[in-house]
């Protein structure tokens, strides 16, 4: 049980310095905040692309994956999915929407991985949270992605109705 403690805490260790560098992105202490996302996707064997090229380079990858598999993902409680794929799934969120406004390339591949592995996860609140952001991302592409934009958001307006409903005392007014 030792160790079975000793993971649980690196993971909330891990969890809590993500929530922090996710502030310092989200308040413009980008230096300070890079450094520590830096940190926590080191730990979790990921990392930022060296250069906006290769960023550029692993969107194209995983835009052509999102279109080849789909939205469609296999509903699992958060229970069912492994603690530490959740806080992968949480960090690719913190990184994307950190830096969706200083650095659109590292903010678009983070959504890319975000979405991808939320969708594999199933979660449905990180599902929302993935979808609503993707739909966020192809918006900027204007008018040609209307109605592709309008199927993402109607399924993450479902998905998220349907857990209001389930859970009315999340609803946030």
């Given at each position: 049980?030792?160790?079975?403690?000793?993971?649980?805490?690196a993971i909330e260790a891990l969890e809590l310095r993500r929530l922090a560098a996710e502030q310092y992105l989200r308040s413009g202490r980008i230096d300070k905040g890079l450094?520590?996302?830096?940190?926590?996707?080191?730990?979790?064997?990921?990392?930022l692309a060296d250069t906006p090229a290769v960023a550029l380079t692993s969107i194209v990858a995983r835009r052509a994956y999102v279109r080849l598999r789909t939205l469609k993902y296999k509903?699992?409680?958060?229970?069912?999915?492994?603690?530490?794929?959740?806080?992968?799934i949480d960090t690719c969120w913190s990184v994307a929407v950190g830096l969706?406004?200083?650095?659109?390339?590292h903010g678009s591949d983070f959504q890319n991985r975000h979405l991808l592995r939320a969708l594999k996860a199933g979660e449905p609140s990180r599902v929302v949270r993935a979808l609503a952001m993707e739909a966020a991302y192809a918006?900027?592409?204007?008018?040609?992605?209307?109605?592709?934009?309008k199927k993402i958001l109607n399924l993450a307006m479902t998905l998220s109705d349907r857990l209001e409903k389930e859970?009315?005392?999340a609803r946030s007014e």
């Open positions: 049980t030792t160790l079975f403690r000793s993971e649980a805490n450094a520590e996302i830096r940190e926590v996707l080191n730990k979790m064997g990921m990392k509903e699992r409680t958060e229970n069912q999915v492994p603690r530490e794929e959740l806080v992968r969706t406004m200083v650095d659109v390339i918006a900027t592409a204007g008018r040609r992605s209307e109605a592709r934009v859970h009315p005392e």
